[in-house]
């Protein structure tokens, strides 16, 4: 119950600032053109399997207790390209139906991993890393406020699911939770949108 309070109240204090992602935002990541619909690629395009997902966008197999890097809080990323496996597979499942949705998240996933990262060079005092995790962390939230902006209110409902899927131990809640403290020099600002529409050009 601690974890759920706790999670929801970052949540609403990023969306009440802005909210955003990734260093990269503007990478290709091997997500779908804007517009794309790969339930046409589906047996039944109302509704895709999971394994026909798996084949479509070449998602990673889910990771299974006992593999190397399972349990820690990096987990694991087998094509390191949209951030831990487990998340990407979550992603695909949940808004495969939405590619707009589809390429934010991947792309969130992936500024987390980077995140995740990251936050371990600050822990270990790794000369400009503080820098670098403020610069990805700003990014983070300025994609996250273009995304709710372009894409309205139901987009943060969206968001509390992706973090039900990132946080889905009490460990990698704890880090992320840790890590924001890195970023002191956040600013939460209104962005305009000519600027917004660089993270949404596919």
């Known amino acids: 119950m601690k974890k759920i309070l ?26 779908l053109p804007s517009g794309d619909d790969l339930t ?7 509704n895709c399997t999971e394994d026909e997902l798996i084949d479509i966008l070449k998602l990673p197999p889910e990771p299974k207790p006992g593999m190397p890097g399972f349990d820690t809080v990096k ?22 139906k939405n590619t707009k949705d589809l390429n934010y998240f991947f792309d969130r996933s992936r500024a987390n991993a980077e ?12 000369e400009g890393s503080k ?3 403020t610069k990805l962390f700003q990014s983070i ?24 899927f990132l946080f889905n131990t009490d460990e990698r809640f704890i880090d992320y939770y840790v ?5 002191s020099d956040i600013k939460a600002s209104k962005i305009s949108e ?7 050009k596919r």
Request: net charge negative; glycine share 10%; charged share 25%.
């Open 6 to 31: 706790l999670v929801t109240l970052i949540s609403s204090f990023i969306v009440a600032c802005g909210g955003g992602y990734g260093s990269s935002a503007n990478a290709t990541n091997n997500n």
């Open 40 to 46: 046409q690629q589906c047996s039944d395009p109302s």
């Open 75 to 96: 987990g694991i990323d087998s094509n390191g390209i949209r951030g831990r496996d487990d998340v990407e597979l979550k992603v695909a499942i949940e808004f495969y």
């Open 115 to 126: 995140m995740t990262a990251m936050a371990k060079a600050v822990k270990e005092g790794k």
């Open 131 to 133: 820098k670098e995790f």
């Open 141 to 164: 939230i300025d994609h996250q406020y273009c995304y709710i902006s372009k894409y309205g209110l139901s987009s943060s409902e969206k968001l509390d699911k992706y973090e039900e």
């Open 179 to 183: 890590s924001e403290g890195y970023a």
């Open 194 to 200: 000519s600027d917004c529409n660089k993270y949404f």
